[in-house]
């Protein structure tokens, strides 16, 4: 779904991926709580295992743990039903995959502009196969999972996210042009666009945590305030706690971690403030420009969470709103609700039970590796417990 060009066959499909995703995560409130519990079971053990790597105040790179509990154990739970143990080989193996796939997309290739380059051996060749091997690796998990599904599948239950497609597209009566490939797509869509993105906006957020102590400290107190020490924070809690939000939006905008969409093409000649277009020219939404854009941002490379605050201390709705991180209009994300609930409980948790701090003398750069998203480069916290 994701790089098919737009038709009718991909609205239908993206509407059953919309209507899954719902149906999983906010169809009702039994559906809110079941993805709400699950994401504090995940933040939780998350919580023990920083605690653990951080005792006798040892430094450590929180990226891994980051993405296992993100993507394996609140993804692949969604699509597969099955979490994932942090040291679990199979999943290791698949998130290195789509770590390996997203530095090869970000590097860009040569072969986009000038195919021919495949006709002989060189360096861009060789990556442009890598990529393939990759592709034909990730799809070839995903392709047994959903194998496994169809095997075992059974109409009367619905396990989870691979179950529910199976059931509208292999087995619909009606003939909506879609088919087992599709399937597939469906569900390698979710995990490939679920897995890397939440985990690089907590990655993020705990580097600046730990870069701005000040912050961090004034979050706590509002999040004692609010929830106090006798409980986890809820979903119910976020109206209160907007500061938490306003931070989230701020790390995404300043970080533009999505820096530009997935490529896009002009499907009519057209013509932008002069610049004429042609039909079938490849496009790309700048995100990180629209963030940083001085006309639409005050001091755009400060990181200021206050930024999105009034003087009633509520969020203001039209500069959230202009925060481009999920793209826009038809081929905006569909994950990002889920996204925001998940990037919103695993922040307020962590905040809740540990304080996160950087090596004194270690100023922990901006700097980041650039991939399908763009990553900070490896830095070192400590976590230590909050008491009660
Ligand atoms: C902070 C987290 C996330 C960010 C920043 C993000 C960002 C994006 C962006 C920029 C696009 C491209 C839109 C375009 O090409 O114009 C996209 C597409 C998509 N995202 Fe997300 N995403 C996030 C999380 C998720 C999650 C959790 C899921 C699903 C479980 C998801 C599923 C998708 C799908 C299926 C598409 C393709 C939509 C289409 O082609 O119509 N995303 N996302």
Redesign the pocket.
């Known amino acids: 779904?994701?790089f098919t060009n737009y038709s009718k066959q991909w609205k239908i499909h993206?509407k059953i991926?919309q209507s899954t995703?719902r149906a999983f995560s906010s169809a009702n409130s039994q559906t809110k709580k079941a993805f709400e519990q699950q994401i504090v079971a995940e933040a939780t053990e998350l919580v023990e295992i920083f605690l653990k790597l951080g005792a006798q105040g040892q430094y450590f790179n929180p990226a891994q743990e980051l993405t296992v509990a993100n993507a394996a154990n609140v993804?692949c739970a969604l699509c597969f039903g099955k979490r994932y143990g942090h040291d679990d080989v199979e999943f290791r193996s698949l998130l290195q995959r789509v770590d390996d796939f997203g530095k090869t997309v970000g590097a860009g290739s040569l072969v986009d502009v000038m195919p021919w380059l495949q006709s002989f051996p060189n360096p861009v060749r060789s990556m442009f196969k890598n990529f393939t091997d990759l592709n034909k690796e990730f799809f070839g998990f995903i392709h047994n999972k959903v194998d496994e599904h169809r095997e075992t599948f059974d109409p009367e239950v619905t396990r989870d996210m691979s179950d529910a497609i199976i059931g509208v597209i292999d087995k619909a009566d009606n003939d909506n042009g879609l088919n087992k490939g599709h399937t597939e797509g469906t569900v390698s869509?979710?995990i490939g666009?679920?897995l890397d993105?939440?985990s690089t906006?907590l990655h993020w957020i705990l580097l600046l945590l730990a870069k701005h102590p000040d912050m961090q400290t004034k979050l706590q107190e509002l999040i004692d305030k609010v929830v106090g020490r006798d409980r986890l924070p809820s979903v119910e809690d976020r109206n209160s706690l907007t500061y938490l939000d306003a931070f989230i939006y701020e790390t995404?905008r300043f970080t533009s971690?999505?820096p530009i969409?997935?490529p896009?093409c002009t499907t009519s000649d057209v013509t932008i403030e002069g610049l004429h277009i042609p039909k079938d020219t490849v496009v790309f939404?700048n995100?990180w420009s629209i963030n940083h854009d001085p006309l639409k941002w005050k001091d755009p490379h400060i990181f200021d969470p206050l930024r999105f605050l009034n003087e009633k201390g509520c969020l203001d709705k039209d500069l959230t709103n202009n925060v481009m991180?999920?793209?826009?209009w038809k081929?905006?994300?569909?994950?990002?609700q889920?996204?925001k609930v998940?990037?919103f409980m695993f922040f307020a948790i962590l905040l809740h039970q540990c304080r996160f701090e950087k090596r004194d003398n270690d100023d922990l750069s901006l700097n980041c590796s650039y991939g399908l998203t763009l990553k900070p480069l490896d830095y070192k916290i400590t976590a230590k417990v909050r008491g009660k």
Do not use: K
């Not at 991180?325 to 826009?328: D, L, R, T, V």
């Not at 081929?331 to 990002?336: A, D, F, M, P, T």
């Open positions: 779904m994701t993206r991926a995703i993804i869509d979710l666009e679920g993105t939440v906006a995404m971690f999505v969409t997935i896009h939404v995100q991180i999920f793209s826009a081929r905006r994300c569909i994950g990002n889920i996204a998940e990037i």
